[in-house]
T-cell receptor
Framework: GQQVMQIPQYQHVQEGEDFTTYCNSS?????IQWYKQRPGGHPVFLIQLVKSGEVKKQKRLTFQFGEAKKNSSLHITATQTTDVGTYFCAGPTGTASKLTFGTGTRLQVTL | DTAVSQTPKYLVTQMGNDKSIKCEQNLGHDTMYWYKQDSKKFLKIMFSYNNKELIINETVPNRFSPKSPDKAHLNLHINSLELGDSAVYFC?????????????FGPGTRLLVL
């Protein structure tokens, strides 16, 4: 079945350093969503990318959808402790209503 | 005014027991989901319902039975609980079946089977 992998699985950075997580799908995606899950919390929607090569920014977060629509990335500039959590990408697979979530990247930020 | 709520938040039970988790959304959405998140944080869809109709039923043991009395509620009943059922179960909802719709997650139910 379709797989959505993310790397790295885990990253520990010092506050102020940059962070990037990469999302790779085994098949072409019509769109991709990103979610953030704080420790002990639930996934919260961040953004959706639809077009090939699309780049969107939310303050210090930059999201990119690959030209072939099989990969995506999330880059955080100058991380803060509030960025701590697990970041998931998710793309539609099979039936229209099914989102396959990536394996997630856990980000730890220390002072 | 919580958008998606689940009860209970925590559930500790013995192997072999039967338990239920309830979910309600007040967003007026047509579609609801159950996800299972294991200890490695992998998030896997189990079921989805649209207007009370079962749409997705992943390869989940038939000990798990969802029930949607109306489109604002999706409950999950688990029979004969096993150790491997220990996980966090998230309910979610979206406006409709369109895969471009945002999914809104509940706070999760942490199930521990002893």
């Amino acid at each position: 079945g379709q797989q959505v992998m993310q790397i790295p699985q885990y990253q520990h950075v010092q506050e102020g350093e940059d962070f990037t997580t990469y999302c790779n799908s085994s098949t072409t995606l019509s769109n991709i969503q990103w979610y953030k899950q704080r420790p002990g919390g639930h996934p919260v929607f961040l953004i959706q990318l639809v077009k090939s090569g699309e780049v969107k920014k939310q303050k210090r977060l930059t999201f990119q959808f690959g030209e072939a629509k099989k990969n995506s990335s999330l880059h955080i500039t100058a991380t803060q402790t509030t960025d701590v959590g697990t970041y998931f990408c998710a793309g539609p697979t099979g039936t229209a209503s099914k989102l396959t979530f990536g394996t997630g990247t856990r980000l730890q930020v220390t002072l | 005014d919580t958008a998606v709520s689940q009860t209970p938040k925590y559930l500790v039970t013995q192997m072999g027991n039967d338990k239920s988790i309830k979910c309600e959304q007040n967003l007026g959405h047509d579609t609801m989901y159950w996800y299972k998140q294991d200890s490695k944080k992998f998030l896997k869809i189990m079921f989805s319902y649209n207007n009370k109709e079962l749409i997705i039923n992943e390869t989940v043991p038939n000990r798990f039975s969802p029930k949607s009395p109306d489109k604002a509620h999706l409950n999950l009943h688990i029979n004969s609980l096993e150790l491997g059922d220990s996980a966090v179960y998230f309910c979610a909802s979206s406006q409709d079946l369109d895969y471009r719709e945002t999914q809104y997650f509940g706070p999760g139910t942490r199930l521990l089977v002893l």
